[in-house]
């Protein structure tokens, strides 16, 4: 009786242990990561009501943008043109002319996003592939 009660509390604390340690690292696993071009990049997408939103500086760097923060802005430079983006906003500017987005651009965690249908207004493409947002640049 003392070896069965003594066996049962032991599975009791291992079974608590590994529900732990599964609330603890699934939502690392359930996150969907961002590949530019075949590369995986540090930051992770998020989809957000139905809209795929893109962690700007990871996804400009992937594609060899230079990307800086000037007066509130994100500045990108990217083949000869320059893209500006300011958070909470739908508008962000090509070549100092106003384009907009279907939805607001925001900061979460230090990091701006903007909408995925950037990718598309820069003529490229995206895809979710399994948990894995898939981005193509030419």
Known sequence: MVLE?????ILQWLMVLVVLGAALVAPVWGQPRMRVNGRYVDDRPLRVQ?????PARSFFRGVGADVDWCDGYCDVRRGGHRYRFR????????????????????????RLY??????NAMGGRYYWGGSDLNIHMP
């Open 87 to 110: 958070p909470r906003t739908n508008i962000y500017y090509y070549d100092d002319y106003p384009r907009y987005f279907p939805g607001e651009s925001f900061v979460r965690g230090g």
């Open 50 to 54: 139905g809209r795929t939103m893109v």
């Open 5 to 9: 009660t003594k066996l049962r509390r």
């Open 114 to 119: 903007v909408p995925g249908d950037i990718v």
